[in-house]
């Protein structure tokens, strides 16, 4: 069965970087991308990243430009995504998913980031 | 592309129905044809669940008491018989237009 698997929660002080990262199994990783969304608290879920594990290339929402990084393991089936230049409004659940043909078919089961001083 | 869902809470009696509304600022029709509309479930403590995708079409594994309708920019996601399990927030998605955007969320609960 397909499954995303993420790193644990994670607390950092602001201008700190974080490093997510998302395992995946139960299907052929190199043929599904996988996206980063996540939940800040009385927010709305928002769409963050894409990479495609099958050749790396990426693409980030706008206003994470700059400070969204991902990168593929091949060897162990992962994906890292480091967020850099933290503040506190960056505190929230962040989800790896994976997509298949535009939709959101697997989730993993989230990872708390909190940023405080 | 904004989503705006109604209600934004929803007090339900066990075994009677329930409507959620998502309307969309643009059309969410695909220069593919297709309409990249979903709903997801978010239970108390865990992440969203995929339900139902293109509008209509149930995932693996989702009760058939779930139904989505509409098109272009209204949708529809049908309870005919709500149980207990279904407590939750509800989402739509559209991932017709980059970026992907998502509803601010209906909390179903029981009345």
């Known amino acids: 069965q397909v499954q995303l698997v993420q790193s644990g929660a994670e607390v950092k002080k602001p201008g700190a970087s974080v490093k997510v990262s998302c395992t995946a199994s139960g299907y052929t990783f190199t043929s599904y991308y996988i996206h980063w969304v996540r939940q800040a608290p009385g927010q709305r879920l928002e769409w963050m990243a894409i990479i495609n594990p099958g050749d790396s290339s990426t693409t980030n929402a706008q206003r994470f430009q700059g400070r969204v990084t991902m990168t593929r393991d091949m060897s162990t089936s992962t994906i890292h995504m480091e967020l850099s230049s933290l503040r506190s409004e960056d505190t929230a659940v962040y989800y790896c998913?994976?997509?298949?043909?535009?939709?959101?078919?697997?989730w993993g089961q989230g990872t708390l980031v909190t940023v405080s001083s | 592309i904004v989503m705006t869902q109604t209600p934004l809470s929803s007090p339900v009696t066990l075994g009677q129905p329930a409507s959620i509304s998502c309307r969309s600022s643009q059309s969410l029709v695909h220069s593919d044809g297709n309409t990249y509309l979903s709903w997801l479930q978010q239970r108390p403590g865990q992440p969203p669940r995929l339900l139902i995708y293109?509008?209509?079409n149930r995932f693996s594994g989702v009760p058939d008491r779930f139904s989505g309708s509409g098109a272009g920019t209204d949708f529809t996601l049908k309870i005919s018989r709500v149980e207990a399990e279904d407590v939750g927030v509800y989402y739509c998605t559209q991932a017709s237009q980059f970026p992907s955007t998502f509803g601010q969320g209906t909390r179903l609960e029981i009345k």
């Open positions: 293109k509008i209509s």
């Open positions: 998913v994976r997509s298949s043909g535009r939709t959101f078919d697997f």
